[in-house]
């Protein structure tokens, strides 16, 4: 089967139109075709009988005329036949023609003989016998050929035309709308606010447009509000760190200033990954930007932090994304790289056939396979990271939001020898 809606509609529905004709196609072979042939056979022999009984019952001296008259009055031509004749027989079409032969022959005699042209002269030859002779009867070709098959077949065709083509709009009508509201799933699933649907069509389909243009605008008023919250969080929570902070600086028990500055820290670095979600610049216009210059520019930053630190980057054309939104993903990578993932880093950016590929692998302790989509959730935390209180469990959430507002997808697999390979794709848009 098709994979999109409208071949599937456009199949059945072709389907139904043909299993339709072939019904009506045994219909009227039943009801028309057979009836006539009958018909044609039926008058094809009172012809012949009555022909042979004229010139049976008229004087020798008065067949000419009356064969004269048969052909002036009636357009039937009686001849003798001779062994010289050259004969052609009868067209395999219409169908009903062949019954009618059948049927003629059972009732005359198997030794009749029909041809369609004898001598060069077309009409329906019918042959007959008197005493030892035989004889040709041509019987007007439009006297048993009725034009009517094909007339129907020629509607029949523009039935069939008009019917698939009626079948294609019909299937288009109910695919369009299902089709625009698959890519607006997607804009949502991406992060975008699509454009309202309309809401016209079947009751259905209205409906459903209508209820999911509700969603959309109650995901986006969602969205408002959650920025204004947590920007007065922000405000809120980051004004008395900072007198604590100060507190902290003026305290004399150097230990217990230590402690406070590092909670201060570490409370400060939460908020800001909190708001780093919540915002991540969604509304970033992409731009074509030096990707490889971007990712050597954000691991640079990393390279005291990590035991060591490789780049592979390889030189890639202008590529269209949004850079905060990249800096961002890949700032979090590292750090998770930093911190759980032994400080041994390779970064590497290769172009691939549908857009680029840049790829954070570590020598840490890696994800199990079955945990490695749940991370990517937010405020999911691995249990061996649960005893470093720094974490909110928004880093690797961060990344695959990120990704997905750029259109690509985040893989967590495996590294060979050890590790994890953090695998951005992005698509070239």
């Known amino acids: 089967m098709p994979k999109t809606l409208l071949a599937r509609a456009f199949l059945l529905i072709v389907v139904l139109i043909l299993l339709s004709l072939a019904a009506s196609v045994a219909i009227f072979r039943h009801a028309v075709q057979e009836p006539r042939a009958h018909q044609m056979a039926q008058m094809v022999v009172s012809t012949v009988n009555l022909t042979r009984a004229a010139v049976l019952s008229a004087a020798p001296e008065w067949r000419g005329a009356l ?59 019918v042959s007959f016998h008197i005493g030892g002779d035989e004889f040709w009867l041509a019987l007007p070709r439009e006297r048993i050929e009725h034009p009517l098959s094909e007339v129907l077949l020629a509607w029949v065709g523009v039935v069939m035309v008009l019917a698939l083509l009626g079948a294609y709009f019909i299937a288009r009508q109910v695919a369009r709308p299902l089709k625009r509201l698959a890519q607006a799933a997607q804009q949502v699933g991406e992060g975008k606010t699509p454009s309202p649907l309309p809401e016209r069509g079947a009751q ?25 919250v947590l920007a007065g969080i922000s405000h809120d ?46 509304n970033e ?26 780049l592979d980057l390889q030189a890639l054309s202008p590529f269209y994304v949004r850079p905060l939104l990249l800096k961002r993903a890949l700032s979090n990578l590292l750090d998770n790289a930093v911190k759980y993932g032994g400080g041994e880093i390779t970064v590497r950016l290769l172009q691939v056939a549908d857009g680029v590929e840049l790829s954070v692998a570590d020598r840490g302790m890696g994800i199990p396979d079955g945990q490695r989509e749940a991370v990517k959730r937010p405020f999911v935390r691995l249990q061996a990271a649960r005893s470093d209180a720094g974490g909110s469990g928004l880093g690797l959430a961060i990344v695959e ?23 951005l794709k992005l698509p070239n848009r």
């Open 67 to 125: 064969l004269a008259e048969l052909r002036d009055a009636e357009g039937m031509r009686v001849q003798l036949a001779d062994a010289t004749d050259e004969l052609e027989p009868m067209p395999d079409r219409p169908p009903e023609l062949h019954e009618m032969m059948e049927e003629v022959r059972e009732r005359l005699g198997d030794d009749t003989r029909f041809a369609a042209w004898r001598n060069g002269e077309e009409a329906l030859w």
């Open 237 to 282: 929570l980051r004004t008395p760190l900072a007198r604590v902070r100060v507190a902290a600086e003026l305290t004399a028990d150097a230990s217990l200033r230590d402690g406070l500055a590092a909670d201060v820290e570490q409370m400060d670095a939460v908020i800001q990954q909190f708001l780093d979600y919540a915002r991540l610049d969604e």
């Open 401 to 423: 939001r990120a990704v997905r507002l750029h259109g690509g997808e985040l893989h967590l697999e495996s590294r060979d020898g050890g590790g994890l390979v953090a695998r």
């Open 204 to 228: 259905e389909i209205a409906t459903v447009s209508r209820a999911f243009n509700r969603m959309s605008a109650d995901l986006a008023a969602n969205e408002r509000e959650r920025a204004l």
């Open 285 to 310: 216009v992409a731009v074509s930007t030096d990707v490889a210059e971007l990712v050597e520019e954000v691991s640079r930053r990393f390279e005291s932090q990590a035991k060591s630190l490789a």
